[in-house]
């Protein structure tokens, strides 16, 4: 996954939203969002050649945790695959500060990642690069891509963004309209070439991975997501999916029942747009 907008505490009726995408190549095989055969309490995607997963969602016991990759011109090869980061957490009983902690020790056998990790108290985020550092965060709005947690960049804004907009008007007493998220999710303009980052891939690599969504026949955008934790316990998975060339390839939408949430504060003022 190489995008995750989110909202901590930044609603008073959500503990938890976001709206996010995977990025992968699409001869990577995948399965859809369902609950996980060794876990069927546990709900996302899976990575069919490693067996991690990218984003998921205790539902017994209000956790989550998602992953992105961190760019770098050249990677090292670790080990260790990142969508064990988000399989592990979820298969662990430890809350999210005690696991970030205990992982920090080992990060960097894994491939460099940016890592969100929940238990429905606290919301931490760990990354491997430039070295092993976690933090909690703080309610508001946040964006994970490919590089340092925050960044300014343009694919982040967009999304981000819309997520506060949407958020202003959000209300938990009718079904939630989603369509506004995914269409920022969806959105495949490319930054401006003073926005794009310098993370050593060079301007052409830079300017094709620079929308939220990547359209291509090779890699791209394999699936748009929203998670919609609200702070009485009910909590929507939306994935929807894409083949080459962007093809939509089918929605999965699951209603579920977590632990109550910690309550929200009021609406955060987030990232600027």
Known sequence: MCLIAVGWKAHPQLALAIAANRDEYHARPSAPAAPWTEAPHIVGGR?????????????????????????????????RSRGHLVRDFLLADAGAADYAERLSAQADAYRPFNLLLWDGRELVRLTNRPVATWTRLVPGLHAVANGPFDRDEAKSRRVTGALRDWLLHYDARREAEIDPLLAALADERPAADGELPADGMGAELERFLSPPFIRDARYGTRASSVVLVETSGRALFFERRFGPDGVAAGDTRLILHLPCAAPAASLAPGVPA
Do not use: K, S
């Open 47 to 79: 990575d069919l050649r490693e067996g991690g997963g990218w984003l998921a969602l205790d539902a017994a016991r209000g956790r989550l945790a998602a992953v992105t990759n961190f760019r770098t011109a050249h990677p090292p090869q670790a080990a």
